[in-house]
């Protein structure tokens, strides 16, 4: 089945600097990745998605990647805020399957 | 839509104890996911159903959870006995269709002592 690794498992980046989050998948018939942040005891949310016929996707300071030959992709974050401060988790799911397997989750800490 | 529905909001319970959570998906929405939330695991997939039918519960722990899906617009997940490595935050989803966002209730916080 698939697998997901995601790393750093903590981050801390200054205010206004970058931040960016890998994940790894196992599963090469994987086509949809999406990126969810969870605020300290809230429910997990969408912030981004790209699949598998796409190599970069962007709204606004978040960007996400993908490289299907190495199958990794990555969450970037430019110009980072306080109200970054989250978990966030990677996913991968793939076709002919409606489930997400999830990585471990990334603590971002951003510092003013 | 108020979004997935999920009560209770928490629950405290004696070991031994059955404890039973129930969630309300979106409606409209034909997937249907329970997650358990801890800090050592991270957020595993336990069940999914689709189209009421479950589809993949090689997740679920021990024959002490047990899951289901009367209808399309409720489902509970049931553990009994409980057990205190039980405690969590469990997760309810659900989605429109393949490769679609995953929309989360507020969860359930479970604490089993």
């Known amino acids: 089945g698939e697998n997901v690794e995601q790393h750093p498992s903590t981050l801390s980046v200054q205010e206004g600097d970058s931040a960016v989050i890998k994940c790894t998948y196992s599963?090469?018939?994987?086509?949809?990745f999406p990126w969810y942040k969870q605020e300290l005891g809230k429910r997990p949310q969408l912030i981004i998605d790209?699949?598998?016929?796409?190599g970069e996707k962007k709204d606004q300071r978040i960007a996400v990647t993908l490289n299907k030959t190495a199958k990794h992709f990555s969450l970037h974050i430019t110009e980072t805020q306080p109200e970054d401060s989250a978990v966030y988790f990677c996913?991968?799911?793939?076709?002919?399957?409606?489930?997400?397997?999830f990585g471990t989750g990334t603590r971002l800490k951003v510092l003013a | 839509d108020a979004g997935v529905i999920q009560s209770p909001r928490h629950e405290v319970t004696e070991m031994g104890q059955e404890v039973t959570l129930r969630c309300k998906p979106i409606?409209?929405?034909?997937?249907l996911f329970w997650y358990r939330q801890t800090m050592m695991r991270g957020l595993e997939l336990l069940i999914y159903?689709?189209?009421?039918?479950?589809?993949?519960d090689s997740g679920m722990p021990e024959d002490r959870f047990s899951a289901k899906m009367p209808n399309a617009s409720f489902s509970t997940l049931k553990i009994q006995p409980s057990e205190p490595r039980d405690s969590a935050v469990y997760f309810c989803?659900?989605?429109?269709?393949?490769?679609?966002?995953?929309?989360f209730g507020q969860g359930t916080r479970l604490t089993v002592v």
């Open positions: 599963d090469s018939a994987s086509n949809y």
């Open positions: 409606s409209g929405h034909n997937s």
């Open positions: 790209i699949r598998s016929n796409v």
């Open positions: 159903f689709n189209n009421n039918v479950p589809i993949d």
């Open positions: 989803a659900s989605s429109l269709q393949e490769s679609t966002e995953a929309f």
């Open positions: 996913a991968a799911s793939g076709p002919g399957t409606y489930k997400y397997i």
